[in-house]
């Protein structure tokens, strides 16, 4: 039996073995603090929800609240809100006279609008293209090829972002 004890090295064996109780013993400590720390993150989000809950509530039943938020939603509305005939008169104004307009559209939500257009000739076209390329008011946000239709005319169509300074008296 003494020879069965000598074939273990203790000393090079018992080493590995405190650190590996070590690490267990770490792993073990990690596992509770996180187990604690997910609790406590379980319990402040129970209370953050009853706060909103308690708060929303009050808010809900304060008539001089709803009465101020109804306000201010139909100041904005008002501040934002921009007249038909305000973008017309101001598209009609950057367009150049030699350019006829079969038909617009205004998407005031997205801020575009689109035209389908003809001008007489192809310098027309190009010069027309050019010139809106190139104002800052507006961004050529996509257009047709233009077609040259039976009665000489070239017509195409064009999708103009409005930027904000479009808006600018």
Partial sequence: MENWRNLIPWGLVAPFLIVILIEYG???GMNFYSQ???????????KLKQKEETIRGGLETNEAFKAFSQTVNIVEILKNRKSLSFVINKFNQLMPKFLMVKNFSYDGERGEIKIDAAVSNWQDYLRFHKYVSGLQVLELKNFTPPKLEEN?????????????????Q
Wanted: proline residues 3%.
């Fill in 26 to 28: 770490i792993s073990f």
């Fill in 36 to 46: 604690k720390l997910n609790q406590q993150i379980n319990e402040l989000e129970a």
């Fill in 152 to 168: 000489k005319l070239i017509q195409f169509s064009m999708v103009f972002l409005l930027k904000p300074n479009f808006y600018g």
